[in-house]
């Protein structure tokens, strides 16, 4: 093995332990239900949790949010539906209690309070080809993808979430090792804990990135070969990141050096309710991923749900020991 990825290899063995000793309790969802069920015909693709175990998801029909009691299942329509629009990738501001939305081809993003679905902010990124696919809050802005663009759109918070009623934003162009590619580009996006970079994944490439907040510029992380083909919306915490590859029914279980320079392929994470996963969300010692179900229509009548998958713990088969 050369000696770089042997050096990833311990770092990824040492960060997964550490991980695993200081997540989310593996018991804080125990009595939870595995399965959630959705509106029929709702077209689900963004979902994000909340710390006190609420769960929000977009519908991609007309824009609505739907919001989960994650304890008993049970929901609401937090947002209505409005012709028009559709929510994508979502994000969820904990100062502010603002849901951030994407708004796929219509090159917008909205902002919604989550007590009251009243709109807080629109934007209005790109009139040209466009898919507004995933967004992520941190301190200082919320980040939006463009999947057939090479740009993210920044929009700048204030210290406790405030969200500038203009619509302003700024423009980073993706540079350095980003490569724009035909079809479908940069998609889910995270911010590690320090906010010192955002991490992205491109699905046609199979590729992940650092990209610098500031100025755009992104560095390729080396999977020494791993593809994150299909690769969809992302979870980071510490330095284990969760992939979803949609079309391949699974959820790829990364670890990631200190200096997010490589990775290791933990494990693929795959279960039967799996019907074309999107995003996901952590709550307790869960993950839950939800179904968009693409190959199945859009009829009014089609069910979709919320699956929570367990976390593996402990390191995987084939990885030596500490």
């Known amino acids: 093995m050369p000696r770089f990825?042997?050096?990833?290899?311990?770092?990824?063995?040492?960060?997964?332990?550490?991980?695993?000793q200081g997540g989310p309790s593996p018991?804080?969802?125990?009595?939870?239900?595995?399965?959630?069920?959705?509106?029929?015909?709702?077209?689900?693709?963004?979902?994000?949790?909340t710390a006190d175990g609420r769960l929000y998801s977009g519908s991609r029909r007309h824009g609505g949010i739907y919001e989960v009691d994650l304890s008993t299942g049970a929901g609401r329509v937090v947002v209505p539906q409005q012709e028009g629009r559709i929510a994508v990738g979502l994000s969820f501001d904990e100062r502010s209690g603002f849901i951030f939305v994407a708004g796929g081809p219509g090159g917008a993003g909205y902002v919604y309070d989550s007590r009251t679905g009243r709109q807080v902010a629109s934007f209005h990124f790109t009139s040209g080809p466009t898919f507004v696919n995933d967004v992520i809050v941190t301190a200082e802005a919320a980040y939006f993808t463009d999947s057939m663009q090479p740009v993210l759109y920044r929009v700048p918070l204030g210290s406790h979430g405030q969200v500038a009623t203009d619509g302003a934003f700024e423009v980073l162009s993706l540079s350095g090792d980003y490569v724009h590619l035909p079809g479908f580009n940069a998609n889910g996006i995270e911010v590690t804990e320090d906010s010192a970079r955002l991490i992205i994944v491109q699905s046609n490439a199979g590729r992940l990135f650092t990209v610098d907040p500031e100025s755009g510029r992104a560095a390729s992380i080396n999977l020494d070969g791993y593809s994150v083909a299909n690769g969809d919306g992302i979870l980071l915490e510490g330095r284990v990141l969760y992939v979803v590859r949609n079309q391949n029914n699974l959820v790829a279980q990364i670890a990631l050096t200190p200096d997010f320079t490589g990775g290791v392929l933990l494990r693929q994470i795959t279960d039967p309710?799996?019907?074309?996963?999107?995003?996901?969300?952590?709550?307790g010692g869960r993950i839950y991923a939800v179904n968009a179900r693409f190959a199945a229509g859009t009829d009014p009548s089609l069910s979709y749900t919320v699956v929570g998958l367990e976390v593996p713990q402990g390191l995987p088969i084939g990885l030596p020991p500490r």
């Open 27 to 49: 018991t804080a969802a125990q009595g939870f239900p595995a399965v959630i069920n959705l509106p029929a015909g709702w077209l689900p693709e963004g979902i994000v949790t």
């Open 5 to 20: 990825f042997a050096l990833v290899l311990a770092a990824a063995i040492a960060v997964f332990a550490l991980e695993s």
């Open 273 to 283: 309710r799996l019907d074309v996963p999107t995003t996901i969300a952590r709550f």
